[in-house]
Structure formats: C-alpha cells, structure tokens
C-alpha cells in the first residue's frame, strides 16, 4: 500500500512557541491532504483541507491564523501551530487519498507547556 | 454535511465470542465506508471497507455488511481474540474526500 511519513512522531513545545508538522506522500503524488486533530479517548475530527499550490480550506471553527497550513509540492503538506496553548495538546494526524482509501501518517503528539 | 454516529461506545465480550459495532451515516451520497482499528498513540489502522455497490464483505473473521436505504452498516468480528482488542472506528466519506469519523467504540476481549 502507499506511504505516507509523518515527523514528528512527538514534540513538547513551550506555551507561545510554534511548532511545525510535515506530512510526506512517499511513494505517490497527493495533490490534497487532510489534517486531523483527536484529542485524548475522542474521534478524528477534521481541521482542514491542504490542496497543493492553493489555499488550505478551513473547517469551522478552527482557526485559519493559528493552523498554517502550507502545501508547496505534490508530497509534501505542514502544519504549523503557531502560539501554541497548552489547550492545543493533542494528537494530530494526516492523511492522503489515493483513489477514495486514506494513507495516514503515523501521527504527532503535540504537548504544550 | 455527513454525520456519522456509532454505537456501542464500549463493548466487552469473552474470546471466542462475536462482536458487532454498528454506525449510521446521513449523506446519502456517501459512497465508501472504512473501518479501522486503532492502538494507543497509534495511526488507524485500515481493517475492512466497503463501496456503495457492494452489500456485504468478508475478510477471515472480519465481514461488514452495507444497507443503503436505512444508511447503516456493520461491522462483524467473529472468534474473538484479545489481540482484537482496540478501539475501533468507522467512517464514510464521498470519493476522494475527508473522512468523518464515528466516535469510536472501545472493544474488550477478555481471555
């Protein structure tokens, strides 16, 4: 099946810091991915929509300024989570379709403190 | 847009035993339904999906079965074994979209 990489697996960050997350298709080109938020013991819940060489689209709610998100090539999408809060401890995770299945990333345990 | 509930939250059967975990979708225009089996700090891990066109799918001791009309599928594991236990979830999504997700259903296997 495709590959998709996910760095980092964990990163502790200081309250206002930014932290950025990348998202590499390995083995195929992904002209969208999705980044995904699951805070502990809940469901993945959708944060955005990364499309290669446009605007990221947002889903309400979350917002825009605080969750850049960049996708300058077919295999790359990052988050960054500028001025981070220890309220955005979470796990964040991305994925890639190739035809209608999801190749995820393999996570990144984001702790605020 | 697409809203997907499943139940039950937790379930805890003997090994050896049958569970089945079953989520409702409102979009009917929703065409593929993956479930996956999640380990702590883990990704989701793919373990069975259906299409729109297909009723029913089996994969050794895992089967999910789709009704279109009612919007509801199911997910069937048979001979339960501990090793199954994990939290899993379903999701529905439309071609290449993202997927919404049910709310996960924490699954016991007690030996």
């Known amino acids: 099946g495709a590959v998709v990489s996910q760095h980092p697996s964990r990163v502790i960050c200081k309250s206002g810091t930014s932290v950025k997350i990348e998202c590499r298709s390995l083995?195929?080109?992904?002209?969208?991915m999705f980044w995904y938020r699951q805070f502990p013991k809940q469901s993945l819940m959708l944060m955005a929509t990364?499309?290669?060489?446009?605007?990221?689209?947002?889903e309400q709610g979350v917002e825009k300024d605080k969750f850049l998100i960049n996708h300058a090539s077919l295999t790359l999408s990052t988050l960054t989570v500028t001025s981070a809060h220890p309220e955005d401890s979470s796990f964040y995770i991305c994925?890639?379709?190739?035809?209608?299945?999801?190749?995820f990333g393999q996570g990144t345990r984001l702790t605020v403190v | 847009g697409e809203n997907v509930e499943q139940h039950p939250s937790t379930l805890s059967v003997q090994e050896g035993d049958s569970a089945v975990i079953k989520c409702t979708y409102s979009d009917s225009a929703s065409n593929y339904f993956p479930w996956y089996k999640q380990e702590l700090g883990k990704r989701p891990q793919l373990i069975i999906d259906i299409r729109s066109n297909v009723g029913e799918k089996k994969d050794q001791r895992i089967a999910v079965t789709l009704n279109k009309t009612a919007k509801h599928f199911s997910l069937h594991i048979t001979e339960t074994q501990p090793e199954d236990s994990a939290v899993y979830f379903c999701a529905a999504s439309t071609g290449r979209r993202a997927l919404t997700f049910g709310s996960g259903t924490r699954l016991q296997v007690q030996p």
């Open positions: 990364s499309n290669e060489g446009s605007k990221a689209t947002y």
């Open positions: 994925s890639a379709p190739r035809t209608d299945e999801a190749f």
């Open positions: 083995d195929f080109q992904a002209t969208t």
